[in-house]
């Protein structure tokens, strides 16, 4: 269910809502009573209920090694002091 943020004009009250995306938008502010309660253009909020997602998936995952990166390009992998394993 997406979690929406709320803001009234003329209060200033800020307030995140969670509801389902049929529902219409709030407009009355529940501080101040007034119409000026309106929804905010946010990055999207979520909630994830149940198991099977980070904590399950991801936590004893593998990652793989980063390579070091080079100071200098090279022409080609034959003159690469990378490539010999020299550094």
Known sequence: MPIYAYACSD??????????????????CPECGKDTFAKQLTA???QLKGSGYYAT??????????EPACA??????DSCPMASGAA
């Open 44 to 46: 999207a909020g979520f």
């Open 11 to 28: 209060c200033g009250l800020q307030k995140d809502v969670m509801q389902k995306m049929s529902d219409a938008p709030l407009t009355t």
């Open 57 to 66: 998936d991801f936590k004893n995952g593998s990652q793989p090694k980063a």
């Open 72 to 77: 200098t390009p090279c022409a080609s992998a």
